[in-house]
């Protein structure tokens, strides 16, 4: 991209500012056929054709696009900035193959004195299963504190200095005196392994997450923080980093329930008393909550919430004008959180409660009547598609958790947005990793067929719908039309395609005439295009040049 400037006016100029993309491909609505858009203060004015726009706005910035392709920015809906960026700038357990190899890479990485904090094993993905001793890890450790998060993090291994800044951890719910911690036990271990980290380190990995999601192609996130997880300061600190116009908005939300926590939540500037407010746990950790036991082991998983709890914090959130929402997953959670629904449409009315525009993370394992349910409720559904990339299909850790039956019923996308249930997509990073035109891929190609959605409805929940999912309901933002804000992704030059409507025809087609603007092939075995630049408002936030 090349830029060049027609306008006179200076540095201090108040007349308004405008730039003028041609010579690309944008991905608009209001024209299939678009190659340039005009953006004047942070908002779009215009989009259309190459010499139209060059007429229209003859003083404005000119960018030429050399065919490039503008997309709206992509919105997280789900994030762990902290999580993440500790991930991005230590060690990767997800590389890692066996007991042996994430000793070595622990000997490898700890230092005297310091945390050490890491991410993303997986023991399903090994080549031998055997998760490695308390007294192994100590001995890899040198004796520095250490915590090491599962992939999914709801279960981490941790060395005994690391036990030591937990007081009272062995007598928690979850505590294992040489394996995994679990439940209360690991939320212990989280918080210790946090108040190890100082407000400069954290400042800094905040920032290299930030900085890694505007060079996605992401210009929101919505971090997912909660006491168990993170930290009031933690939040605060995001929040007070990410109102730089040069890096990704975050939206906040904090994961906890009462009167305190409605105080919080205003004092924080959080959007709601939602994300990670854990109704279960996990698959991968068996702790999310089902009716029938797990194929592989004698428990039905956790469950930490009852209606009428759910039911309270939904109405309480609903009177205070914030977002209430859970972490919810196992089907015996979404039953209960289906009901909590329902008992508090008896306490705020259906109007108010639907208004409200509540959001649930993760609900994998939900049928067609409780899409229903939660469709009429006005309930948002932020879903993480590459949850079924990595462990769906019959041969996957679901299918190993729950057997093949049941694990392909596991989110099914198709099921929520035929029942009309706004969609958001996201990662959950660092669960998964920062990866939109993935995420859009896997949501397509579901390893169930018959749950994947469209490209275009996929491509719609990992932006329009994140920013709704949000709050934002003004119709326009997360799209590129005249009056919505300027948020807006540049990538490399790629062939663009639209998805034949008819169902039956697997096959992709070119023909202008179906007025739908295109998208990159999604097929699993084509190269996805990498981000030339990121727009946040008008304000680049990310350029490869």
């Given amino acids: 991209m090349t830029s060049s400037s027609a306008g006179s006016a200076g540095p201090h100029s108040t007349t308004a500012r405008t730039t003028l993309l041609l010579g690309g491909h944008v991905h608009t609505p209001a024209s299939s056929g678009a190659t340039a858009m005009a953006v004047t203060d942070g908002t779009v004015v215009w989009v259309g054709q190459d010499g139209p726009g060059r007429a229209l706005h003859p003083d404005a910035e000119v960018i030429d696009l050399d065919g490039a392709f503008v997309t709206p920015g992509f ?39 310091e945390v050490l904090i890491a991410h993303g094993w997986d023991e399903t993905r090994w080549t031998e299963p055997r998760l490695p001793s308390r007294t192994e890890l100590d ?53 210790a392994s946090r108040s190890a980290l100082t407000p400069e380190h954290r400042h800094r990995v905040q920032e290299t997450f930030l900085r890694e999601a505007a060079a996605r192609g992401i210009v929101a996130v919505h971090e997912n923080a909660a006491p168990g997880i993170s930290s009031e300061e933690d939040l605060r600190g995001l929040l007070e980093l990410a109102d730089d116009p040069g890096l990704p908005e975050v939206v906040g939300y904090w994961g906890a329930s009462g009167q305190d926590a409605v105080d919080t939540a205003r004092r924080l500037g959080a959007r709601g008393l939602a994300g990670d407010l854990l109704v279960d746990g996990s698959l991968g950790s068996r702790t999310a909550a089902l009716h029938a036991p797990y194929a592989d082991a004698d428990t039905t998983g956790n469950r930490y919430l009852e209606a009428h709890e759910i039911a309270d914090h939904i109405a309480l959130c609903t009177d205070a004008g914030l977002q209430a929402g859970f972490h919810v997953i196992g089907d015996a959670g979404v039953s209960e959180v289906v009901e909590g629904f329902r008992l508090a449409e008896k306490q705020v009315g259906r109007r108010a409660l639907a208004g409200a525009g509540h959001r649930l993370e993760h609900v994998e394992m939900i049928d067609a009547d409780q899409a229903d349910v939660l469709a009429g409720y006005n309930v948002a559904a932020s879903m993480q598609p590459l949850f079924d990339g990595n462990w769906g299909g019959r041969e996957g850790m679901y299918a190993t958790r729950l057997g ?63 920013h709704r999912a949000a709050g934002v309901a003004d119709g326009i933002t997360g799209s590129l039309v005249p009056g919505a804000p300027a948020h807006y992704a540049v990538w490399e030059p790629v062939e663009l395609v639209v998805a034949a409507p008819d169902s039956r025809v697997q096959r992709w087609s070119t023909d202008p005439r179906a007025q739908v603007p295109g998208l990159p092939p999604l097929d699993p075995e084509t190269p996805l295009p990498g981000c030339l630049r990121t727009v946040r408002a008008g304000e680049v936030i990310h350029s490869r040049d």
């Fill in 75 to 113: 919105v997280d809906a789900h994030v762990h900035a902290t999580n993440a960026g500790l991930h991005l700038a230590g060690i990767d357990l997800a590389r890692v193959s066996d007991a042996g190899q994430l000793l070595a890479a622990v000997r490898s990485a700890a230092r005297p004195g």
């Fill in 139 to 191: 001995e890899a450790a040198g004796g520095a504190p250490v915590y090491l998060s599962r992939v999914d993090v709801h279960s981490a291994l941790v060395s005994s200095a690391l036990v030591d800044l937990a007081p009272g951890i062995r007598q928690l719910s979850g505590w294992s005196d040489d394996g995994p911690v679990t439940r209360e036990a690991h939320s212990a271990a989280i918080t």
């Fill in 404 to 466: 093949a039956d049941r694990a392909a019923g596991l989110n099914p996308f198709a099921t929520l947005a035929a029942a009309g249930v706004p969609l958001a997509f996201g990662s959950d990073v660092p669960v998964t990793p920062l990866a939109p035109w993935e995420s859009v891929r896997a949501a397509v190609h579901h390893r169930t067929p018959g749950s994947g959605i469209s490209p275009r409805a996929a491509f719609n929940a990992h932006t329009r719908g994140g």
